[in-house]
């Protein structure tokens, strides 16, 4: 039986995860564009720059939760990859769609929504859709327009609890 484009892309994606040096968990990253591969991305510190593999991993020893510590992780992440990669190399993703995969480092499905950086990331490079899937395989869909809102709505709510707690 053949496979549908979205679980064509996502096991692309998740090729693209095997190159990952994070210890805590591999992702990939590609964009489409009229239904070509213009970019990929995985997880993993500026090019040139030490990794998890050579040296350890600075959120283990620290024990940092996972979608926290991006200020002692050097990692740039597999969305934030496909997106610069696009851009040194001149590809267009304006309307794009990203398929990502996440996995722990035994090889298991891991939870692979993009956090709160990369959301903004990708609302001002364009892409139209993140199609990624949950731990157990079912695939899911974002609506890159729909982040918008949650971030405003985010933000307004802290500035309205920092100007509660400023009051106080």
């Not at 002692?72 to 398929?99: D, F, Q, T």
């Not at 959301?119 to 001002?124: A, E, S, T």
């Not at 809102?149 to 509660?164: F, L, R």
Request: hydrophobic fraction near 35%.
């Amino acid at each position: 039986m053949r496979i549908s484009k979205d679980q064509y892309y996502l096991e692309i994606a998740k090729a693209v995860s095997k190159r990952s040096t994070c210890l805590r968990r591999k992702f990939g990253a590609i964009i489409v564009v009229n239904d070509a591969i213009v970019s990929t991305g995985y997880n993993g510190p500026a090019r040139g720059v030490v990794n998890c593999e050579e040296v350890g991993c600075l959120k283990d020893i620290l024990k940092v939760p996972s979608y926290q510590g991006y200020d002692v992780c050097p990692a740039v992440h597999a969305e934030e990859n496909a997106v610069v990669n696009a851009a040194r190399n001149g590809a267009r993703i304006l309307g794009g769609v990203m398929y990502i995969h996440g996995e722990t480092p035994d090889g298991k499905s891991a939870p692979s929504h993009p956090c709160d950086r990369c959301k903004r990331i990708l609302i001002n490079s364009g892409i139209r859709k993140v199609i990624t899937t949950d731990e157990d395989g079912k695939i899911i869909v974002y609506n890159v327009d729909d982040w918008k809102i949650y971030d405003t709505e985010k933000y307004m709510k802290a500035i309205k609890e920092a100007k509660k707690n400023d009051n106080a």
